[in-house]
């Protein structure tokens, strides 16, 4: 199963209306978003009339229909969910790493640094970047994640910039 990975939108649907006229997005069956800002998960979902797990950002005013993790089990996974500001992602991932190992997933997915991530092991610890604002490249970025029961998920960032579509098609693939 195709999922994709998207985290701090921050209001910017010009963004996300990129992110899926590139190529890698299509064929998506499940999106997660790891916050900052919530409507943009909404939008995310109404723009490609597919489920989007979404989890409230530092960015976002509490919502009690919006929680800071979700788990969810997708293909033979377990996957964690978070911004990951309420556990200092900012500095290290190791408390992030034992909230995901404590609810028993083998993928932890979060956000809120703007800096994209990809640590492959027993526990897969992914951050997809900024769609909108990053601070690692001067292009956003978002992830696809090819999931199959029993084998460990494969994992591609996508770097793409939002002046590289016309019309919502994409013309030129930055990676």
């Not at 921050?10 to 996300?16: M, P, Q, S, W, Y």
């Not at 939008?43 to 929680?67: F, H, I, K, S």
């Not at 932890?108 to 490249?137: F, M, W």
């Amino acid at each position: 199963m195709k999922v994709g990975i998207v985290s701090d939108s921050h209001g910017n649907t010009r963004a996300i209306d990129a992110m899926l006229a590139h190529p890698a997005a299509q064929g998506v069956r499940l999106w997660f978003h790891a916050g900052d800002v919530v409507p943009d998960a909404e939008y995310l979902a109404m723009m490609t009339d597919t489920e989007v797990v979404r989890v409230a950002g530092n960015c976002d005013w509490p919502d009690e229909r919006v929680r800071d993790d979700e788990v969810r089990d997708v293909e033979g996974h377990r996957i964690f969910l978070t911004h990951g500001h309420i556990y200092g992602v900012r500095y290290t991932t190791r408390m992030l790493r034992e909230q995901a190992e404590a609810c028993g997933a083998d993928i932890a997915i979060y956000g809120h640094t703007h800096v994209a991530e990809l640590s492959p092991g027993e526990l897969t610890v992914l951050n997809p970047g900024s769609v909108a604002r990053p601070r690692d490249a001067a292009t956003g970025s978002f992830a696809v994640m090819e999931l199959v029961p029993g084998k460990r998920p494969a994992v591609r960032l996508v770097r793409f910039s939002a002046e590289n579509t016309i019309n919502g098609v994409y013309v030129n693939t930055i990676q």
